[in-house]
């Protein structure tokens, strides 16, 4: 049922067009939906082969496109209650870039595989040889060592050689360089020992170094992979093609990057568009939440833009594609983030900087210990090994997992309370954080819309009006149908239910037309535009629900505590000054209103020229500069997927109090890379002066490394309680 | 240095070999690329594709 069959597609009409198509299932959350989702799609005519991959909540369909194309993918999904999104991507650069992440990743646990079995089978030699193995049984012991040792160094040190290279020849130097050094000359020399059937060999010490260093690298790229994995995951929303009609008057789907300005897009209702185009219809109604964070149901008239990503709430519409692909506002966006993405790029993470003060310190000392021997009369050979044992017994073993094991645990932490931490880079920029800026709808708000009050209605009225509600998509129908399940309202036996775009849901409960839908005088223009719905049963009275966007839960204590860690914030908005106003007082904060996306990230760049490192908490599209641009960032898990992209770190669920909780644990995280560093200071205190003295045999190295990389490790597991 | 070590370090090195080529392998095949999924897909009972589970234990879940 898995595997794909690409030997069934003879179908005898026209040829079979292979194609693999990539949808998004977010609400895929036990064995039963895999099983569900494979088998159903597996029983689709033209479907070779459907597999989940459940940690991106993604499905990967091999199918006919002659037979069955990709919107009726998503419809067989959509019957049977998957709510699916086929995947896109916002630029394919960002793509490539994901699967190059994923096949260093497969590198570096392949390296880390061999250096492990290496390190293991050394060992096993060099017990015996430490147990007093002599002559020419300790001769052909190292060359056995030798013989596994150099195959795994030239294939687990590849990833430390070719940054070291890289930084080298850019006249720079990282942790990778003495890395690298150390591990040459150690099996350089160990080769020359055991030629001369010298009594030492460090082929052990050379293997384990990197096996240590290894589970580091993997432990850092591991949670990278486990971000990229929920991003991608999150990216649910989008139009990835859109039905074009062509001169015929026939509909036929297209990918996105086959659409060109000019071609004619037919656009359902409930459908996102896929390029920036012109409406050609009298009139639409239009969910732009992807631009700014807020459901609403917006009018348009003929002849206005829409943006690629905006969602069609009404009847289907018609909209000649103006800009596509690159041209697209939502890919300028797009771009606009990477380049303010580019400044965190720049940012020198903790373990580099710890690099640049201990590359040159270590150099210095093994060149010392050389010098001092051959002074002191010892000859080349002695003083080299001496400089050898320096240089292994400070290796960085300690010091190469004292950040990642600790970034791990706490984002392990993290993510088990809700907060989804893209990088180990990630925390470290938000534990430095001084100020706070915040978006205002979607961010200090639900961004979407709840009713002020359901006292008005009864438990019939509850009923009804969940039954209606829960049958549309319409932004006001779920945020009402939500808060009735939430009041514990059990939705009333409709039937024949029936949605009119623009108009509202009806149906028949008890022999009664009941109707939940816009205020039928057509007034809703007065005020509060398309906030609030009524609902009529038979010929009662109409009960009119009066829907808005609330604060989140916990906004008050959550920013009460930012404020006791030292963070003052600031609210900027790109809302009206009245509605943002109205938050700011409740909250008692400055706002700013009116930004757009440029004045957010002007305000960044300000107040980071006043030596500012600002948090930006914000999810709209129209924040994605700036999230991209802030020190450091944190969105909501309802925000825009572009927000989604562009923040460090995803916070589940409705309340605040993520914010304080993250920033307490980016701290604490730091505390404890900094009592790491310290540990492994203390090692190198002891550590250096034996080696100096050449007390250092192979055995000492063993377990001296082995020992402090396992008390960095254990006192990075303090951080397993972080997030409370 | 006895006949007894020529024999048992090749077993040695020939049993870390294989656990080195399985996971390897393993790697390669994607076996690391879905942890998650993978932890759920045991609890999927197939259904009557070869591997159907004894009658006694179809009853458990």
Same mark, same amino acid.
């Not at chain 1, 001369?196 to 580091?216: E, I, N, Q, R, S």
């Not at chain 2, 024999?7 to 942890?35: C, E, K, M, T």
């Given at each position: 049922?898995?595997?794909?069959?690409?030997?069934?597609?003879?179908?005898?009409?026209?040829?079979?067009?292979?194609?693999?198509?990539?949808?998004?299932?977010?609400?895929?959350?036990?064995?039963?939906?895999?099983?569900?989702?494979?088998?159903?799609?597996?029983?689709?005519?033209?479907?070779?082969?459907?597999?989940?991959?459940?940690?991106?909540?993604?499905?990967?369909?091999?199918?006919?496109?002659?037979?069955?194309?990709?919107?009726?993918?998503?419809?067989?999904?959509?019957?049977?209650?998957?709510?699916?999104? $086929?995947?896109?991507?916002?630029?394919?650069?960002?793509?490539?870039?994901?699967?190059?992440?994923?096949?260093?990743?497969?590198? %570096?646990?392949?390296?880390?595989?061999?250096?492990?079995?290496?390190?293991?089978?050394?060992?096993?030699?060099?017990?015996?040889?430490?147990?007093?193995?002599?002559?020419?049984?300790?001769?052909?012991?190292?060359?056995?060592?030798?013989?596994?040792?150099?195959?795994?160094?030239?294939?687990?040190?590849?990833?430390?050689?070719?940054?070291?290279?890289?930084?080298?020849?850019?006249?720079?130097?990282?942790?990778?360089?003495?890395?690298?050094?150390?591990?040459?000359?150690?099996?350089?020399?160990?080769?020359?020992?055991?030629?001369?059937?010298?009594?030492?060999?460090?082929?052990?010490?050379?293997?384990?170094?990197?096996?240590?260093?290894?589970?580091?690298?993997?432990?850092?790229?591991?949670?990278?992979?486990?971000?990229?994995?929920?991003?991608?995951?999150?990216?649910?929303?989008?139009?990835?093609?859109?039905?074009?009609?062509?001169?015929?008057?026939?509909?036929?789907?297209?990918?996105?990057?086959?659409?060109?300005?000019?071609?004619?897009?037919?656009?359902?209702?409930?459908?996102?568009?896929?390029?920036?185009?012109?409406?050609?219809?009298?009139?639409?109604?239009?969910?732009?939440?992807?631009?700014?964070?807020?459901?609403?149901?917006?009018?348009?008239?003929?002849?206005?833009?829409?943006?690629?990503?905006?969602?069609?709430?009404?009847?289907?519409?018609?909209?000649?594609?103006?800009?596509?692909?690159?041209?697209?506002?939502?890919?300028? %966006?797009?771009?606009?983030?990477?380049?303010?993405?580019?400044?965190?790029?720049?940012?020198?993470?903790?373990?580099?900087?710890?690099?640049?003060?201990?590359?040159?310190?270590?150099?210095?000392?093994?060149?010392?210990?050389?010098?001092?021997?051959?002074?002191?009369?010892?000859?080349?050979?002695?003083?080299?090994?001496?400089?050898?044992?320096?240089?292994?017994?400070?290796? $960085?073993?300690?010091?190469?997992?004292?950040?990642?094991?600790?970034?791990?645990?706490?984002?392990?932490?993290?993510?088990?309370?809700?907060? %989804?931490?893209?990088?180990?880079?990630?925390?470290?920029?938000?534990?430095?954080?001084?100020?706070?800026?915040?978006?205002?709808?979607?961010?200090?708000?639900?961004?979407?819309?709840?009713?002020?009050?359901?006292?008005?209605?009864?438990?019939?009225?509850?009923?009804?009006?969940?039954?209606?509600?829960?049958?549309?998509?319409?932004?006001?129908?779920?945020?009402?149908?939500?808060?009735?399940?939430?009041?514990?309202?059990?939705?009333?036996?409709?039937?024949?239910?029936?949605?009119?775009?623009?108009?509202?849901?009806?149906?028949?409960?008890?022999?009664?037309?009941?109707?939940?839908?816009?205020?039928?005088?057509?007034?809703?223009?007065?005020?509060?535009?398309?906030?609030?719905?009524?609902?009529?049963?038979?010929?009662?009275?109409?009960?009119?629900?009066?829907?808005?966007?609330?604060?989140?839960?916990?906004?008050?204590?959550?920013?009460?505590?930012?404020?006791?860690?030292?963070?003052?914030?600031?609210?900027?908005?790109?809302?009206?000054?009245?509605?943002?106003?109205?938050?700011?007082?409740?909250?008692?904060?400055?706002?700013?209103?009116?930004?757009? $996306?440029?004045?957010?990230?002007?305000?960044?760049?300000?107040?980071?020229?006043?030596?500012?490192?600002?948090?930006?908490?914000?999810?709209?599209?129209?924040?994605?500069?700036?999230?991209?641009?802030?020190?450091?960032?944190?969105?909501?898990?309802?925000?825009?997927?572009?927000?989604?992209?562009?923040?460090?770190?995803?916070?589940?669920?409705?309340?605040?109090?993520?914010?304080?909780?993250?920033?307490?644990?980016?701290?604490?995280?730091?505390?404890?890379?900094?009592?790491?560093?310290?540990?492994?200071?203390?090692?190198?205190?002891?550590?250096? $002066?034996?080696?100096?003295?050449?007390?250092?045999?192979?055995?000492?190295?063993?377990?001296?490394?082995?020992?402090?990389?396992?008390?960095?490790?254990?006192?990075?597991?303090?951080?397993?309680?972080?997030?409370? | 240095?006895?006949?007894?070590?020529?024999?048992?370090?090749?077993?040695?090195?020939?049993?870390?070999?294989?656990?080195?080529?399985?996971?390897?392998?393993?790697?390669?095949?994607?076996?690391?690329?879905?942890?998650?999924?993978?932890?759920?897909?045991?609890?999927?009972?197939?259904?009557?594709?070869?591997?159907?589970?004894?009658?006694?234990?179809?009853?458990?879940?």
């Amino acid at each position: 049922m898995n595997a794909p069959l690409p030997g069934a597609s003879a179908m005898g009409d026209g040829a079979a067009v292979l194609a693999r198509a990539r949808l998004s299932i977010p609400g895929m959350h036990c064995a039963g939906c895999i099983a569900k989702v494979e088998r159903l799609l597996g029983a689709a005519d033209g479907v070779y082969g459907a597999r989940v991959d459940f940690s991106e909540k993604s499905v990967a369909i091999d199918h006919d496109a002659a037979q069955i194309d990709v919107p009726q993918l998503v419809r067989t999904l959509e019957q049977n209650g998957f709510a699916a999104h $086929p995947i896109l991507t916002l630029d394919e650069a960002a793509d490539s870039a994901d699967a190059a992440a994923a096949r260093h990743h497969a590198m %570096l646990l392949s390296a880390l595989g061999v250096a492990a079995f290496a390190s293991m089978n050394i060992m096993l030699l060099s017990v015996s040889i430490w147990s007093g193995l002599a002559g020419n049984g300790r001769t052909i012991f190292h060359w056995l060592s030798a013989a596994i040792a150099v195959p795994t160094v030239i294939w687990s040190g590849r990833p430390f050689f070719q940054s070291a290279w890289g930084a080298v020849r850019h006249g720079r130097t990282n942790m990778d360089v003495p890395i690298s050094i150390a591990v040459l000359l150690t099996t350089g020399m160990s080769l020359y020992e055991t030629a001369t059937h010298g009594p030492h060999a460090w082929f052990d010490g050379a293997v384990m170094l990197l096996f240590f260093l290894l589970g580091g690298r993997v432990l850092d790229s591991m949670m990278r992979e486990r971000a990229r994995a929920g991003a991608s995951a999150l990216m649910a929303a989008g139009a990835a093609g859109a039905m074009l009609v062509d001169g015929t008057g026939r509909a036929v789907w297209h990918a996105a990057s086959a659409i060109r300005a000019g071609d004619m897009m037919l656009v359902a209702a409930g459908e996102r568009l896929a390029a920036d185009g012109v409406l050609i219809d009298a009139a639409a109604r239009i969910d732009q939440s992807i631009l700014t964070g807020e459901a609403a149901s917006i009018p348009f008239a003929k002849g206005q833009m829409l943006l690629a990503g905006m969602l069609n709430l009404d009847a289907p519409i018609r909209v000649v594609a103006r800009a596509v692909g690159d041209d697209r506002r939502i890919a300028e %966006l797009a771009r606009a983030m990477r380049d303010a993405g580019q400044q965190k790029s720049r940012y020198v993470r903790i373990a580099d900087r710890a690099a640049r003060l201990y590359t040159p310190v270590v150099h210095a000392l093994a060149a010392l210990g050389f010098l001092g021997w051959m002074v002191a009369g010892a000859g080349a050979h002695q003083s080299l090994l001496v400089a050898v044992a320096v240089l292994l017994i400070t290796c $960085p073993c300690a010091l190469g997992l004292a950040v990642p094991v600790a970034q791990v645990v706490a984002s392990g932490a993290l993510m088990r309370s809700g907060l %989804l931490v893209k990088d180990g880079s990630a925390l470290e920029r938000l534990a430095e954080c001084d100020m706070v800026l915040l978006d205002k709808t979607g961010t200090l708000t639900l961004g979407r819309p709840v009713p002020q009050s359901l006292d008005g209605l009864d438990a019939t009225a509850r009923a009804v009006a969940l039954a209606l509600a829960q049958a549309s998509s319409h932004p006001l129908s779920r945020g009402l149908a939500r808060s009735l399940n939430e009041a514990g309202a059990v939705p009333a036996d409709v039937s024949d239910i029936a949605e009119t775009p623009g108009i509202g849901m009806q149906g028949l409960w008890q022999g009664q037309k009941v109707t939940l839908g816009r205020h039928a005088t057509g007034q809703d223009a007065a005020q509060d535009v398309g906030m609030s719905v009524t609902l009529t049963i038979g010929d009662g009275a109409a009960h009119v629900i009066v829907m808005e966007d609330v604060l989140r839960p916990d906004a008050t204590a959550a920013l009460g505590a930012l404020r006791s860690l030292g963070m003052p914030q600031q609210i900027i908005s790109g809302d009206g000054a009245a509605a943002v106003a109205k938050v700011a007082q409740a909250l008692t904060l400055s706002a700013t209103a009116t930004a757009d $996306p440029d004045a957010k990230l002007a305000l960044i760049e300000r107040l980071r020229a006043e030596g500012k490192r600002v948090l930006m908490v914000g999810d709209g599209l129209n924040d994605g500069p700036a999230l991209a641009a802030a020190h450091a960032s944190i969105a909501p898990s309802s925000a825009s997927d572009v927000g989604q992209q562009a923040a460090d770190m995803v916070f589940m669920g409705d309340s605040l109090n993520a914010l304080p909780r993250a920033v307490r644990a980016a701290r604490m995280t730091q505390r404890v890379v900094r009592s790491n560093f310290m540990l492994a200071i203390i090692y190198n205190v002891i550590a250096v $002066p034996m080696a100096m003295a050449g007390w250092v045999t192979p055995l000492v190295a063993a377990v001296a490394m082995s020992s402090s990389s396992l008390i960095v490790v254990a006192n990075s597991l303090r951080l397993v309680r972080a997030a409370r | 240095m006895t006949a007894g070590l020529l024999f048992l370090i090749p077993v040695a090195l020939g049993l870390g070999l294989l656990g080195l080529f399985a996971f390897q392998w393993a790697l390669r095949s994607g076996q690391f690329s879905d942890l998650d999924g993978a932890a759920m897909r045991i609890l999927i009972e197939d259904e009557g594709e070869g591997d159907t589970p004894l009658e006694g234990d179809a009853r458990n879940g």
